[in-house]
């Protein structure tokens, strides 16, 4: 058979006119500024626990249990162009500043870190915890770099990069493995081994309601891009969405996405919505990637490749790909069809 160029093509044979058709493969149709539809990116000799993208798309960075923050370029070959070093214990959870300019860092170590994504240089040191640093995050709004952290010592502490020690304590009766900035800077949200989700007032110190729920312990909680409802990751093998909305009447639960797994590491499992808030996952102990449609709760992609527990899953903020972090000590980067 004679392969001709174009997508079909005729040729004929001799008196019998007798036609040879011939197919040829359409180009390939790329949905992403990545070099391949799925890449692996190596480069930690630990288990991978937090992923994060930089706001602006750019970058991403991840933490692992080899104690290194390191980031990558988001697009082309996603070349690791930065180590950020300095905790003595694992990296449990990061995030970036909103001007993509830092990173901040929650450690087993019982600090935080702030680092300098350019120059790979800490900027601070946070002390004042005195158990293992759990969950980190930035102010959504806000032109000063605030941080709150959460951690085994039952406290939440914020943080202004303007000062040395915590500018506030929220005070909890057990371990808080979970939090999360709201939109506005006057409210935090934690989650811990007392199965709740707490709102605090960040002026005053004080909770302003619970909602309740999970069976197990919360492992993650993460915004919606519009800061409207919030999700959150628990032991109890569900993954759940929250309305945050104020003066919402009745009950603030929302839907409930299955499929997700918990073992017996019980690790501190990621969660994420997509930046349009059309889909979430969240990370899961059976290997696999997760995502569930937002509207129906129905699960979108199961996807294959990790040979460990999958840690973190995170969306890109503007482009169709989504990245994950497992024990296995990958991360895996890849086109959403």
């Known amino acids: 058979m004679t392969i001709m160029d174009g997508p079909l093509t005729k040729r004929f044979r001799g008196d019998e006119r007798a036609a040879i058709v011939s197919y040829q493969d359409p180009p390939e149709l790329r949905t992403s500024s990545l070099d391949q539809p799925t890449m692996k990116l190596s480069g930690h000799k630990g288990s991978v626990y937090a992923l994060k993208y930089a706001p602006n798309g750019e970058n991403l960075a991840s933490g692992s249990f080899d104690m290194k923050c390191l980031l990558w370029n988001a697009t082309g070959s996603c070349e690791n162009y930065n180590v950020l070093e300095g905790h003595k214990n694992a990296i449990l959870d990061l995030c970036w500043s909103n001007d993509s300019e830092f990173v901040a860092t929650a450690s087993a170590d019982k600090t935080v870190g ?82 709740g989700i707490t709102a605090w007032d960040t002026r005053k110190l004080q909770r302003t309601f619970t909602m309740n729920g999970h069976t197990d312990t919360i492992t993650c909680l993460s915004l919606h891009p519009k800061g409207t409802a919030i999700l959150s990751n628990s032991m109890d093998g569900t993954i759940r969405s929250w309305d945050i909305r104020p003066f919402v009447s009745g009950k603030r639960f929302k839907k409930q996405f299955i499929g997700a797994k918990h073992n017996a590491e019980k690790g501190l499992l990621k969660c994420a919505w997509s930046a349009d808030g059309k889909m979430v996952t969240g990370g899961s102990a059976d290997r696999m990637v997760h995502i569930w449609d937002e509207f129906t709760a129905e699960e979108l992609y199961l996807l294959p490749g990790h040979t460990g527990c999958v840690n973190t899953v995170v969306f890109h903020p503007k482009e169709n790909i989504i990245a994950s972090g497992a024990s296995d000590k990958c991360i895996y980067v890849g086109e959403l069809g």
């Open 114 to 195: 702030l680092f300098n994504a350019n120059t790979g240089t800490r900027v601070k040191r946070y002390q004042g915890h005195t158990g293992i640093v759990n969950a980190v995050d930035f102010a959504k709004t806000s032109t000063n770099p605030l941080i709150v952290s959460a951690s085994d010592d039952r406290t939440a502490k914020l943080w202004d990069a303007r000062v040395r020690g915590p500018t506030g304590s929220l005070e909890n009766e057990f371990q808080v493995t979970a939090i999360a900035f709201a939109d506005e800077t006057n409210t935090v949200y934690t989650g811990g081994i007392d199965n």
